[in-house]
């Protein structure tokens, strides 16, 4: 076996026998990695709680055949406290985790862009830098983007026309003018389109000043527009939607 070293985010944890746990991490240079800890579930483990979803970590591992096995971990970020306990950031959270695992698919290869992205997420939201819904949104958005599913909130998606339009279809990649408008095209408010773009760019000052209307209107179509990508349902979405 073969001993390495990575900063990682962890996704996802899994019960294994009495005491061990199978943990599913994005790692910065060596992407998607599943990985046991031995014994982190005994009340003395010295890093069983570091292990733990949303926590930002310095991992040390041992390459295995099937699994890697987890043999040091320090934290960097201790986000995983401040997000369990509110349900408006857990519930955030825990889409982008699944969505992060969905779009690193491959394990051990390098996703340096979706580690970060993931990493800035989550520590937004652990610090409510920003409204959770808008985080949420704004990880979607450029975590597709990262993808090469990229939206567009001004000229045409399918024929480059330069805007403002006043469609929206998902299946043509965003904002469509009248001619490329396919039917059951939505119609979404100018504020809206102005606030995706807004998510879309990191413009906070501009996300931040919108109205209510606008962002639950950008909520359900980033939703749509990420699970029609992704190809099937993100099973934590709906709890989301209930906020």
């Keep these: 076996?073969?001993?390495?070293?990575?900063e990682a985010i962890v996704l996802r944890t899994l019960?294994?026998?009495e005491a061990d746990r199978i943990v599913t991490l994005l790692t910065r240079a060596h992407g998607k990695v599943r990985a046991?800890?031995?014994?982190?579930?005994?009340?003395?483990?010295r890093f069983g709680s570091r292990l733990e979803p949303f926590m930002h970590i310095d991992v040390q591992l041992n390459t295995g055949r099937s699994l890697d096995l987890v043999t040091q971990v320090e934290t960097?970020?201790?986000?995983?406290r401040p997000i369990c306990e509110d349900y408006a950031l857990y519930t955030a959270g825990t889409v982008m985790l699944e969505t992060a695992e969905r779009l690193v698919e491959d394990e051990h290869e390098p996703s340096v862009q979706q580690y970060?992205?993931?990493?800035?997420?989550?520590r937004s939201l652990s610090t409510r830098e920003h409204a959770p819904g808008l985080v949420l949104d704004s990880y979607l958005l450029r975590a597709l983007?990262?993808?090469?599913?990229?939206?567009?909130?001004?000229?045409?998606?399918?024929?480059?026309?330069?805007?403002?339009h006043t469609s929206f279809a998902i299946a043509q990649g965003g904002a469509v003018c009248q001619a490329c408008r396919p039917p059951g095209a939505t119609s979404p408010a100018n504020e809206t389109f102005t606030l995706l773009a807004a998510l879309l760019a990191g413009q906070w000052d501009v996300a931040e000043a919108s109205?209510?209307?606008h962002r639950r209107e950008a909520d359900g179509l980033v939703a749509a527009y990420c699970q029609f990508h992704l190809e099937r349902q993100l099973r934590s979405l709906p709890m989301v939607e209930r906020v």
């Excluded at 960097?76 to 995983?80: A, H, V």
């Excluded at 983007?145 to 805007?163: E, H, K, L, Q, V």
């Design 116 to 122: 970060w992205l993931l990493v800035g997420a989550v």
């Design 36 to 45: 046991v800890g031995k014994g982190v579930r005994r009340t003395s483990s």
């Design 1 to 6: 076996m073969s001993l390495y070293r990575d």
């Design 76 to 80: 960097i970020g201790p986000y995983g």
């Design 15 to 17: 019960k294994l026998g």
């Design 211 to 213: 109205a209510e209307r």
């Design 145 to 164: 983007a990262i993808a090469g599913w990229a939206p567009s909130f001004a000229d045409c998606a399918r024929c480059g026309r330069p805007g403002p």
